[in-house]
């Protein structure tokens, strides 16, 4: 357990590549909302280290804030059906909201999620995925900024886990079977 980057078969993104493609996004990000406040959301725990990174990245004023969701069902299927764990502490009526996240998965977590902030009448709600996976997509996520396209792997690293393992790891790679097989 000591060479964590061992587990992988293959690392899809460098710690630089992860960072120089944050850094692109921020531009575009910058430029979008030029002139209008910007309040980030973070999806707890995978969108710790995006976050992290985007905030830091971002040349303009952020305000941060976190959601904290589980979903029903067995652990390998997402139902889609999403209960909150810890809610925003920020009223987002008439503010510019951007949800950030590590993965786009199935979407249903974003799916449900979108929706849910909907209601509350923000002036604008995007999404920003640093990954997500086209081919395991099971209903359509409107991301207006994502960071790669991926393979329909297990992957972990850069937040995302194996049972709650290999968040701190710094590349994003696919984890070997034997890991958990
Ligand atoms: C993971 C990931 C996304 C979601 C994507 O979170 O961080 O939030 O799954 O999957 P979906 O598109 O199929 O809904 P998870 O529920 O594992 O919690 P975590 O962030 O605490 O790891
Ligand atoms: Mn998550
Ligand atoms: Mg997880």
Sequence with gaps: TADIEGDLTEVLY????????????????????EGRDLLIVGVLK?????????????KRDVEMDWMA??????????????????????????????IVEDIVDSGLTLSWLRTNLESRNPASLEVCALLRKPEAAKV????????????????VGYGLDYA???????SIGILAPHVYS
């Excluded at 995978?46 to 971002?58: I, K, N, S, T």
């Excluded at 359509?140 to 992957?155: C, H, Q, S, W």
């Design 69 to 98: 969701t589980s979903s029903y069902g067995t652990s390998t299927e997402s139902s889609g059906v999403v209960r909150i764990v810890k809610d925003l502490d920020t009223d987002i009526a008439g503010r510019n909201v951007l």
């Design 164 to 170: 709650e393992r290999y968040r701190n790891l710094r």
């Design 140 to 155: 359509d996520i409107e991301a207006r900024y994502v960071g790669f396209d991926i393979p329909n792997a297990f992957v």
């Design 14 to 33: 460098t710690e630089g590549q992860i960072h120089a493609r944050i850094a692109e996004l921020c531009r575009q990000i910058e430029a979008d909302y």
């Design 46 to 58: 995978g969108a710790v280290m995006v976050m992290a990174d985007l905030a830091r990245e971002l």
